[in-house]
């Protein structure tokens, strides 16, 4: 829901905010411009810690992991490309996410999509989450938000896509690795593109 208030100016500050904004409308340069202010208070005041990928050099980014998803969570990460991490232990950064869907998923049993991670968000509290702008519209999403915002901390993987894959990377009867003990584990692209089974990730 979006609020509206009343900003005065005096004439001489109203025509340096109108040349500052140039092409954009008032109402959208002073939106910006109070969305990062606000965001940089709450990251001085919080423990936010905000990584971008796309800043590291590849022999410092784990090429890809694998996670497990319930159904709820897949409906976040397919309409939002959002994925939460567990915020008890500190995840080391990954270029890529492969997601396990529980048996009550579309895909049950295997890992039936991937991710491309653009950001990642740690130290994050309910108050910090409100202001990023790539959690902004799952927000405003009430099957999501109210028991999204009762947790008290969080860690986020913002997705650049996500994709299902072609061909499910299954769990066979004789799985060696539970679904429970796959979480944040490291595997490779070329090894999820030869699997036929999830095993097959972890050798």
């Known amino acids: ?13 109203f ?19 109070i969305q990062e202010h606000v965001e940089k208070k709450v990251g001085e ?6 990584i971008e990928i796309g800043n590291f050099k590849l022999k410092d ?19 939002y490309n959002i994925y939460f991490f567990s915020p008890t232990r500190k995840v080391s950064p990954m270029m890529y996410i492969f997601f396990y869907s529980d048996s009550s998923c579309e895909y049950p049993n295997s ?14 509290d309910s108050s910090s989450i409100q202001a990023l702008p790539e959690l902004k519209k799952l927000l405003q999403d009430n099957r999501y938000s109210d028991e999204i915002l009762s947790w008290n901390n969080y860690q986020i993987a913002v997705l650049s896509n996500v ?3 072609r061909q ?7 799985y060696l690795n539970h679904p429970r003990i796959i979480v944040n584990r490291t595997t490779t692209i070329g090894k999820a593109l030869s699997a ?8």
């Open 1 to 13: 829901m979006e609020k509206k208030f009343l900003l005065r100016m005096n004439n001489r500050l």
């Open 15 to 33: 025509k340096r905010v109108e040349e500052l904004a140039g092409k954009k409308s008032l109402n959208e340069y002073l939106n910006n411009i």
């Open 45 to 50: 005041e919080s423990n936010m810690d905000k």
């Open 61 to 79: 980014l784990r090429e890809a992991v694998t996670v497990t998803q319930k159904r709820w969570y897949m409906e976040i990460l397919e309409n």
């Open 111 to 124: 890992i039936s999509h991937v991710g491309k991670v653009s950001l990642i968000y740690r130290g994050l």
């Open 163 to 165: 994709e299902k894959l």
């Open 168 to 174: 499910p990377i299954d769990l066979t009867k004789d």
């Open 196 to 203: 036929s089974k999830i095993d097959d990730l972890f050798q």
